[in-house]
């Protein structure tokens, strides 16, 4: 199939030398939701405006359901629908004619069944009549998404939806985005809540300071990263870590009472079955065992500090 | 051409200028007026007919050139710089649109707004004076172009503005004397001999001049040259738009 997004070594310097991309690949098939990770300054919304026509590349091509963003962009940006991180929006202007402005703009002819629908979606058929500076932040947001799901986009880039937004609305915001993914609509999003990636996405992918380090499928990624822990709770609190048990590089932890032992949980042994008899025959009395798995943001910040510590 | 976006364009802009209709026109009317109380009655009625017009009919070409020009400038300057500030430009640069369509939507919405000024001032002066137009189709002619040239360079200063203050340098600064030293009040006929060759170098004073050619039928300057001059004016502001929207000055990084 082709890809809905086809990034290829995109590059994009400052005039002032900073590199804000360091050439960038990454193929988008249609219908996913992928995540890009990052802390802030990693090229996040730099990467979604180059692609949206915003910023120019200084080098490499971006091609959107085959055509390219240069030569056909007519084609390729009437195919995009951009949901900005900032609230930029026209205070005075009511809801529904900035929507239908973005509709008209992208050279789509009137049709308000088409609005009609996308404000209902969004909740905000009952706010059309209202100016925009009477809405709360929350809805100002939906104003945003519908004016990018005007034309009916194939690709919608959300850069940091629920950045500075309330938990209640966080959650909608995921179901709007998995409304959307029902109809067909290809997302990307960007953000520097894992916990968002980890929710919503299908694959995400991991920018620092302007590479693309990973983009993995979220469950492979978590699997093949992901460490697992089992914490042994013991009744009585232990000193040392005993000599049998050294083999197996145990932290002691919560005074005593607690030892850790990681594990990859990929593993062809994982070591539970003899480390639990070496427990038992050394003598130790078990009063729980846990395990934890590690979460996106252990991995993320993993990865991020190998890439420091390679750079350093 | 993406004629959809043009016209969605258009009539947002339109849309602003009927939400504040009100102060868009009362404020042009009522300076009119007083320029016609205090020039045409008061002063007006001591000053001698100037080249057969009475003085109260002699302003009004110019008048009219005074307040077009300011509103094409202001309302193409703002149009442009407004979604500057607040943001709203990403829609704008990621929209499947060339720079013609932005051009097009932006100064065609100014030239209007301006066109629509300059026919009420007309209005409002034939409750003042009695105003002949001799050549009405030129009249016509002149108030569009230049409806349209002063709105391509207010949307030049709207996209080279970086603050609001810049963006009322330019008028303040540069148009507004322009158009007062560009016989917009007399005739450039009227000026010791030295000063008549600096005003040449005003383009303003061709504009006001081949205008009130229109309405009168005599001229400072041949009227071919006033109409080279706009034609010429305009030819420039559109290389500029071109070389900004070509090199992304100040809009696209």
Redesign the interface.
């Known amino acids: 199939m082709q890809p809905i997004l086809d990034i290829a070594d995109l590059r994009k310097s400052?005039g002032d030398g900073f590199e804000a991309l360091k050439g960038v690949s990454l193929r988008i098939e249609p219908g996913e939701i992928i995540a890009l990770l990052g802390p802030n300054g990693a090229g996040k919304t730099t990467l979604i405006s180059t692609v949206?026509?915003?910023?120019?590349a200084t080098s490499g091509t971006v091609a959107v359901g085959g055509h390219d963003i240069i030569r056909d962009?007519?084609?390729?940006?009437?195919m995009?629908g951009?949901v900005?991180q900032?609230i930029?929006?026209?205070?005075?202007?009511r809801v529904i004619?900035t929507v239908?402005?973005?509709?008209?703009?992208?050279?789509?002819?009137p049709d308000e069944a088409a609005i009609e629908k996308i404000l209902r979606q969004l909740s905000l058929w009952d706010k059309r009549n209202n100016q925009i500076r009477e809405l709360s932040g929350g809805m100002k947001r939906r104003v945003l998404i519908a004016?990018a799901l005007s034309h009916e986009p194939r690709l919608l880039f959300l850069d940091e939806p629920t950045a500075g937004v309330d938990v209640e609305l966080r959650k909608d915001m995921w179901e709007i985005v998995e409304g959307l993914k029902a109809d067909g609509v290809t997302i990307v999003l960007t953000t520097h809540y894992i916990e968002e990636a980890e929710a919503i996405a299908d694959r995400v992918g991991v920018i620092a300071k302007g590479e693309l380090l990973l983009v993995e499928d979220k469950a492979d990624l978590m699997a093949r990263m992901g460490q697992k822990q089992l914490d042994v709770q013991l009744s009585a609190p232990l000193e040392d870590v005993p000599e049998a048990l050294a083999k197996y590089d145990l932290t002691l932890c919560d005074d005593g009472r607690t030892l850790t032992y990681s594990y990859d949980t990929r593993a062809e042994r994982t070591g539970i079955t003899k480390l639990l008899r070496d427990v038992s025959e050394a003598g130790l009395v078990l009063r729980d065992v846990v395990t934890r798995q590690s979460s996106l943001e252990d991995i993320f910040v993993g990865l991020v500090h190998e890439e420091e510590e390679a750079a350093s | 051409m993406?004629w959809?976006?043009i016209?969605?364009?258009y009539?947002?802009e339109m849309?602003?200028f009927f939400?504040t209709l009100a102060q868009s026109l009362i404020s042009p009317v009522l300076s009119t007026s007083l320029y016609f109380v205090v020039f045409g009655a008061a002063i007006g009625s001591r000053i001698q007919e100037i080249e057969g017009v009475s003085y109260g009919a002699f302003i009004v070409p110019g008048l009219i050139m005074l307040s077009v020009i300011t509103q094409a400038i202001s309302n193409a300057s703002f149009g442009i710089y407004?979604p500057k500030f607040?943001?709203?430009i990403?829609?704008?640069?990621?929209?499947?649109?060339n720079f013609l369509e932005i051009v097009a939507g932006y100064v065609g919405a100014a030239a209007t707004k301006a066109l629509f000024i300059g026919i009420i001032i007309l209005i409002t002066a034939f409750f003042f004076v009695d105003v002949t137009i001799a050549h009405p189709l030129a009249m016509v002619a002149f108030l569009l172009l230049t409806c349209l040239s002063f709105a391509l360079l207010g949307f030049i200063i709207g996209i080279w503005a970086g603050n609001f203050e810049q963006l009322q340098l330019v008028p303040l600064l540069v148009v507004t004397p322009l158009v007062f030293l560009g016989g917009a009040f007399y005739s450039i006929s009227m000026l010791p001999p030295v000063w008549q060759t600096i005003s040449y170098f005003n383009p303003v004073v061709y504009l006001i001049s081949g205008f009130r050619w229109a309405f009168f039928g005599s001229a400072d300057v041949p009227i071919a040259l006033s109409l080279m001059a706009i034609a010429g004016f305009t030819a420039a502001c559109l290389l500029v738009i071109g070389w900004i929207f070509k090199t992304?000055w100040r809009i696209?990084?």
């Open positions: 400052y949206c026509g915003i910023t120019t962009f007519r084609a390729a940006r009437s995009i951009l900005p900032e930029n929006l026209e205070p005075f202007e004619n239908r402005f973005s509709r008209g703009l992208f050279g789509k002819s004016k | 993406n959809t976006a016209r969605a364009i009539l947002f849309a602003r939400r407004f607040i943001g709203t990403y829609e704008l640069l990621s929209a499947p649109v992304g696209r990084q």
